[in-house]
Nanobody, 116 residues
Framework: QVQLVESGGGLVQPGGSLTLSCVAS????????MGWFRQAPGNERELVAF???????NYADSVNGRFTVSRRNTGNAVYLQMNSLKPEDTAVYYC??????????WGQGTQVTVSS
């Protein structure tokens, strides 16, 4: 079993920065990919960024160049550094991990609001 706990959401002004953290517990040796989705009201959940166990990363076009995903060396935590935030980045951000067994586990979600 794997559990994910997120932190770091909040209210920030346009152009500001915020860092989200997600720490995994349980069978952390089973973690393959870790990353972030987000869901704004009325919208589908969309992939924001992920980082594989190899360290390779992938970003949505809408955040590429502004957001950076990273992973703790031990592999049991993932971070999302968000810069130059825009109102359209407002959403609930969900951490996730895909295990080597093909199971996807979700965090509880953390609210990010970009507003003046």
């Amino acid at each position: 079993q794997v559990q994910l706990v997120e932190s770091g959401g909040g209210l920030v002004q346009p152009g500001g920065s915020l860092t989200l953290s997600c720490v995994a517990s349980g069978r952390i040796s089973s973690l393959r990919t870790m990353g972030w989705f987000r869901q704004a009201p009325g919208n589908e959940r969309e992939l924001v960024a992920f980082i594989a166990s190899t360290g390779s990363t992938n970003y949505a076009d809408s955040v590429n160049g502004r957001f950076t995903v990273s992973r703790r060396n031990t592999g049991n935590a993932v971070y999302l550094q968000m810069n130059s935030l825009k109102p359209e980045d407002t959403a609930v951000y969900y951490c996730y991990t895909d295990t080597w067994a093909g199971v996807r586990v979700w965090g509880q979600g953390t609210q990010v609001t970009v507003s003046s």
